[in-house]
Every structure is written in C-alpha cells, then in structure tokens.
C-alpha cells in the first residue's frame, strides 16, 4: 500500500542553522510528492512539490528532490529563522489520484 | 479573496447529540475533502467527493456522513458523535485532474471535543 514516513520531532534549531526533515515513501507506481506547513492555529498551506523522479521542488528558502532510488523526499534549508517554526507533513498522492496521504508531521522549533 | 471556510472553529458537545460542520470554498473547485488531525498520527481523510453528488469514503469513514448538494459547500455529518471523534478537523479543496494534481487549499480547522 502507500504510506509516508517522516522523522519523528520536535526539531529544535538556533535561527541561522541548517535544517533537515526526512522523509520516505512507500508506493506503486509514480506518485506526486508534496510539503505541507501548518503554522500554529492554522490550516496546512502547499509549501512546495514535486511529481516526477529527479525533480526540485522550491519555495521560501526550502527544497526537496524526489529520489525514486532511496524512495525520498528531505526536506532542507539552508539557514532557518524564528518565523519557520510550524509542523512539516509530507504527503503523496498516488498517481491518477486526487488523494492525499501524510506522514504523521514533523513540528520545528527555531529560537533566537 | 479565495479561501475555505469552516464552521464552527471551536465546538464541545455531548456524546449522541447530532452535529453539522459546514465547509465552503469560493475558487470553483470539483474536489472536496474532509480530514481528521490527531496527535502521532498525521491527517486522515474521512471523506472525499470529486464532484457534486459523488462523494466517497475515505480511510476512517466510520460515524461520519457527507453530503455535495452544491459545488461549493461539503458539510460533515456526525449524526451521533462519541468521544473517539473528538478531533481537529480540516475541510481542503483542488481542482481535480488526477493525472497532474494540483494544490489542496485547507480551511482553517474545527475543533471538535465530545464529552
């Protein structure tokens, strides 16, 4: 079947460090790949995605490159500030799909 | 402005004491979904409909009903809740084209508590 998993937090960061969030796929086919962020008290926005092998997705400082060898989709930036703290969910949708499978979200702490 | 709506944004009731959380979105869209948020467990689709009168049980469809009467409006129907649907609830909608999707847009969330 499809799942996401992503690593477990709080990820706890200083304003300015590189940030990491793994995150693995199980799927048939070819799926679309996709970040989700919730900031507190807020419904999940896009944040960026990805539907094909080898591609980019970008956005706000963060990317993620759909690696169909390792089956992944990491997200990193290079230098965080105070205002990305949220909940990070990957998610896929299975191909021809408009469903959404998450993983169980990863929450981002950055302090000054 | 585009945008999802839900209401209400906060709700405690009783156990068996039938509840409507509405859902609204204003961009047009042919699919809705409905999804629970639970701590350790990410977000759940309960629900989904890819247009009006076509709806479709998601992974935890059990104690929830749904209804698309018109293309804009997606109502969850808890015709007697329990405390195991005490919850964060989240009403999205995309357009639908299957082979390239495109982004869900996310209200803003319903608390539900059941006592």
């Known amino acids: 079947g499809n799942s996401v998993t992503q690593m477990e937090g709080p990820v706890t960061l200083s304003e300015e460090a590189f940030l990491t969030i793994n995150c693995t796929y199980t799927?048939?086919?070819?799926?679309?790949l996709f970040w989700y962020v919730q900031y507190p008290g807020e419904g999940l926005q896009l944040l960026l995605k990805?539907?094909?092998?080898?591609d980019k997705g970008s956005n706000k400082g963060f990317e993620a490159t759909y690696r169909k060898e390792t089956t992944s989709f990491h997200l990193e930036k290079g230098s965080v500030q105070v205002s990305d703290s949220a909940v990070y969910f990957c998610?896929?949708?299975?191909?021809?799909?408009?469903?959404?499978?998450f993983g169980t979200g990863t929450r981002l702490q950055v302090f000054p | 402005e585009a945008q999802v709506t839900q209401n209400p944004r906060y709700l405690i009731t009783v156990t068996g004491k039938k509840l409507t959380v509405t859902c609204s979105q204003n961009?047009?869209?042919?699919?809705m979904s409905w999804y629970r948020q639970d701590p350790g467990l990410g977000l759940r689709q309960i629900y989904y409909?890819?247009?009006?009168?076509?709806?479709d049980k998601g992974d935890v469809p059990e104690g929830y009903k749904v209804s698309r009467k018109e293309k804009r409006n997606f109502p969850l129907i808890l015709e007697s809740p329990s405390p195991n649907q005490t919850s964060l609830y989240f009403c999205?909608?995309?357009?639908?084209?299957?082979?390239?999707?495109?982004?869900?847009?996310f209200g803003p969330g319903t608390r539900l508590t059941v006592t």
């Open positions: 961009m047009n869209h042919e699919y």
């Open positions: 799927a048939t086919g070819y799926p679309s």
């Open positions: 998610a896929l949708s299975p191909y021809n799909t408009d469903k959404l499978i």
């Open positions: 409909s890819m247009n009006v009168e076509v709806t």
């Open positions: 990805a539907t094909k092998a080898d």
């Open positions: 999205a909608s995309s357009l639908s084209t299957a082979s390239l999707p495109y982004e869900q847009y």
